[in-house]
């Protein structure tokens, strides 16, 4: 069975009900002894006495004798009236105490008797007495004794004194401490299922509903809320998705009219920054539709060749590098490296990391595109580079390492959304050349579809 919190429910309604049923029986138990006190104690006397008496026989040269014990000494003081007789089959007799003269006879052929209760509650003037066989250092005995410690009706030492109450009450709660567990969490794992399904909900998988089969009623309209929650949560993400997807759209068609006019510009510094600009604003609308077409399942996962990838980025990136007065190669340890993804959107980021470069490296920057034979494509320069206390944040959307830098900061942040959607990763070094290096690492050849 599953290990549980001190505070979990389970634990908490299996002590309640546990408690309770054991109140529950000791008040029976004590209802009950009213009528039952007078068969189980015949005439009231406390037969616990008569273990206080075997305790203290021993057999002394051949005979019977009485040690003073503690609790048979607390007797005497308390009682003055008591008395006893303890008889053995092998040894003679003793007594002590004041015996009433009518229990001789029986206390003549104690021998013969193994239980007995001497008296009557409706003759009170008559001192009862008990008859109990005994196991002591001397051997088995039977024991006579009155005048001793009486149960005063309705006691829980009189319940407590019966094995059989005690040993009943046990075993009842012991089974309930193993049952209500069992029960409970037979009757919760509704619950647990619909825990374990709402720990596997995250923003790749919408649509996902907890299951309303055998929860119990009084927690179906949490559950009925928690899916109305997530139901309003697919429909703002969906709203979202939609109005990206548009904007970019939208964005595409003014994008081409600058390109083209720019491209009429008589050649110069300004019209290669222009295009420069452009080239970034067209690749930035370009990666917020490849994020939607991931969210919005419609990516093409299929497997492909990481070097041809990313030795065609770079080729497409030349002459922008080149206007830009920048140098820019590609190498690579490994003829293939087949990875699984949609290579749209990864091809789109392994350019961004080579605009990214072009901004930030400075003039005369030089790049190098690089791909691992363990499914790695790097881009690094020789700029400036990026401290250690910067590089945990560059991911953040709308950061930048220099405020005064052109771009809204969103491009890192676009690259990163494209590599954990292909379950890769990116991180940001040193390069050998002295400035930053980009590194995405890809599950090679592995499905990466949720």
């Known amino acids: 069975m599953t290990r549980r919190r001190w505070n979990s429910l389970t634990v908490r309604l299996t002590r309640k009900l546990v408690l309770w049923q054991v109140v529950t029986l000791v008040i029976f138990a004590l209802i009950a002894s009213i009528p039952a006190s007078r068969f189980e104690f015949g005439v009231g006397l406390d037969d616990r006495v008569v273990k206080v008496i075997a305790d203290a026989v021993r057999l002394e040269d051949g005979s019977l004798a009485m040690a003073s014990t503690k609790d048979l000494e607390a007797v005497r003081r308390t009682h003055p009236d008591f008395w006893f007789h303890v008889a053995s089959n092998t040894y003679a007799g003793l007594s002590e105490g004041p015996i009433p003269p009518d229990f001789a006879p029986a206390i003549d052929n104690v021998i013969y008797v193994s239980y007995a209760d001497f008296g009557s509650y409706d003759q009170p003037n008559i001192n009862p007495a008990i008859i109990r066989q005994a196991n002591t250092e001397a051997g088995p005995v039977h024991i006579a004794t009155g005048g001793g410690p009486r149960f005063e009706g309705v006691s829980l030492g009189l319940l407590l004194a019966n094995r059989y109450f005690v040993g009943f009450s046990a075993a009842l709660s012991l089974m309930l401490m193993i049952a209500i567990p069992i029960t409970l969490q037979r009757e919760l794992r509704g619950l647990s299922r619909a825990a374990d399904e709402a720990g596997r909900i995250d923003v790749d998988q919408r649509g996902v509903r907890l299951s309303q089969r055998e929860i119990p009623e009084e927690m179906l309209p949490l559950v009925r809320a928690i899916n109305a929650a997530l139901a309003r949560l697919d429909e703002g993400i969906e709203r979202r998705q939609r109005f990206m997807a548009d904007a970019a759209h939208e964005l595409r068609t003014p994008i081409a009219i600058l390109q083209m006019r720019i491209d009429l510009l008589p050649r110069g510094a300004e019209r290669e920054q222009l295009l420069l600009d452009v080239a970034r604003l067209s690749n930035l609308a370009d990666q917020l539709l490849d994020l939607q077409r991931i969210d919005m399942g419609q990516s093409n996962f299929d497997t492909f060749d990481l070097v041809k990838l990313a030795e065609s980025a770079t080729a497409d990136m030349a002459p922008l590098v080149i206007a830009a007065n920048d140098e820019i190669s590609f190498e690579s340890d490994a003829e293939n490296v087949l990875v699984r993804g949609d290579r749209v959107a990864l091809s789109r980021a392994v350019t961004n990391l080579i605009q990214n470069a072009i901004t930030h490296a400075g003039a005369a920057a030089r790049i190098i595109v690089s791909v691992g034979p363990s499914g790695t494509v790097t881009v690094s320069d020789n700029g400036p580079g990026i401290s250690p206390e910067q590089r945990t944040r560059i991911f953040d959307p709308f950061y930048r390492v220099k405020p005064s830098t052109r ?3 969103l491009g890192l942040n676009l690259v990163q959304e494209i ?32």
Do not use: N
């Open 407 to 409: 771009g809204a900061g």
């Open 419 to 450: 590599v954990l959607r292909h379950r890769g990763t990116i991180k940001a070094t040193d390069s050998k050349l002295g400035g930053a290096a980009f590194t995405i690492a890809l599950p090679p050849d592995e499905p990466t579809e949720t």
